[in-house]
C-alpha cells in the first residue's frame, strides 16, 4: 500500500511540473499586440486640398484668396505657423479668445477642419507689408529689438525672432502684418479685451498709446 501511494504522489507531482511548465513556454503575445491598445490615438494627417476648400468658403472673404488680407484691419493669415492658427482657432471657438465674430465662423469648424486650414494657410507664401511713420521708426525699433529697461518691457524680437518670424509652435509670426491689425491687437491685450495669451498682456500692460502705435508700425516693415 505504501508503495502505491508513494507512486500516487510522484505521479501528481510530475503533473504539476509538467503544467507549470507548459504555461511558461506558452509563447508570449507580440509587443506590437501588447502596446496596440495602449498607444494614444494619432491626430490625422492635415489634408491642404480639404484646407484649402474650408478656408475658401468660410475665411476668404475677409482674409484674402491665400491668406493674404487686403483689409488692414483683418490680419494676414499666410504663412502663419500652424500650431498657432489651430490654437487661436480653438480659442475663438471656446470663447477663451472673446470675438463674436471669429466665434460665429470658428463654430462651424470641427478640429480636422481647423488643422487643416491651419496647415494650408502654414504652406503659403505671405506678402511683405511695410512701416509708414517715419516718425515712430526709431522708437518702434527701439522697442522691438531692445525693450524699455527702466520698464522692465522685454523685447519684442526676443520671443517673435530678429525679421518677425517668430518661432513655431510657441510665438507667432508677426513680421509683414498689418499696422492696425497689431495696434489693434496691443491695445487690446494692454486694456484686458483679449486676454488669451499672459505674456502679451503683461508686456502690452506697461506700453502707452504712442509706443504701441510705432511697434505695431516697425513690426508691419519687417521681413
Known sequence: MKLIAHLMLASSLTATVVCAMAQEMKPAAPVAAQTHAAAPAKASKP??????ASFTAVCSACHGADGNSAIAAN???AQQHPQYLL???QEFKSGRRDNAVMKGFASTLSDDDM???AYWLGSKQAQPGFAKDKQ??????????GGIADRHVAACAGCHSPNGAGIPAQYP??????????????????DGVRQNSL????VAAKLNDREIKAVADYIAGLR
Not at 509670426?173 to 494692454?190: I, M, N, P, S
Not at 505674456?199 to 503683461?202: A, F, H, L, Y
Request: aromatic share 6%; net charge positive; proline share 4%.
Open 199 to 202: 505674456p502679451m498682456t503683461q
Open 47 to 52: 489634408d491642404l486640398a480639404k484646407g484649402e
Open 87 to 89: 490654437k487661436q482657432l
Open 136 to 145: 515712430l521708426i526709431a522708437m518702434g525699433e527701439r522697442i522691438y529689438r
Open 115 to 117: 488643422r487643416n486650414i
Open 173 to 190: 509670426r508677426v513680421g509683414g502684418q498689418h499696422a492696425d491689425y497689431l495696434l489693434a491687437q496691443l491695445t487690446a491685450f494692454r
Open 75 to 77: 490680419p494676414k493669415l
